[in-house]
């Protein structure tokens, strides 16, 4: 099946001495991103509140990448990444997981700051990609070994261009 064929391309790298933090209000969310995660050998955190993702970033946790939830009850995402902002020398990737990924609201969560988006219910291939993305300048995957031996100034845009290739957006639902 077609399925099977998408995880032969889909090989989770190993991404061990990173860490992510997942929020999301949805316990059952979090289970099944961790699951997909682990795959990845991250160092996981999670939680289900907004005010809690502050907090430990104010106490000193570090993260190499934050996935946070925009509809949260009590504080949302975008009001999270707010206040996130505003802690000195934070400068985390944070993509933003949505149920919402209409044409336009990828531009907007970007506008507001966030470093990238995600739909949610997650799926492993744009979790790979994401991950390769934000981690991968870092990590050897036999694929991307030869974009690290020969940085060019243009690098980030070709690498933008690249993921936007990779995910067609759809116009019409």
Do not use: W
Not at 131 to 156: D, G, M, R, Y
């Amino acid at each position: 099946t077609n399925k099977s064929k998408e995880k032969e391309t889909i090989t989770p790298f190993d991404a061990s001495g990173y860490s992510v933090l997942i929020v999301d209000d949805n316990k059952i969310n979090l289970k099944v991103a961790e699951k997909l995660f682990a795959e990845y050998k991250l160092d996981i955190d999670m939680t289900d509140t907004g005010r809690d993702c502050i907090t430990k970033i104010m106490s000193g946790s570090k993260y190499d990448i934050i996935f946070l939830d925009i509809m949260m009850p009590k504080m949302k995402g975008p009001e999270v990444l707010e206040n996130l902002k505003k802690i000195e020398g934070f400068n985390t990737p944070v993509v933003a997981l949505t149920a919402d990924v209409i044409t336009g609201m990828e531009e907007k969560y970007l506008s507001i700051g966030f470093d990238d988006c995600m739909s949610k219910p997650i799926v492993d291939e744009e979790l790979y990609y994401m991950l390769k993305k934000f981690l991968a300048p870092n990590i050897h995957t036999e694929e991307n070994i030869s974009v690290i031996e020969e940085p060019t100034p243009v690098e980030q845009s070709e690498k933008t261009t690249t993921i936007v290739e990779e995910h067609p957006v759809v116009e019409e639902i």
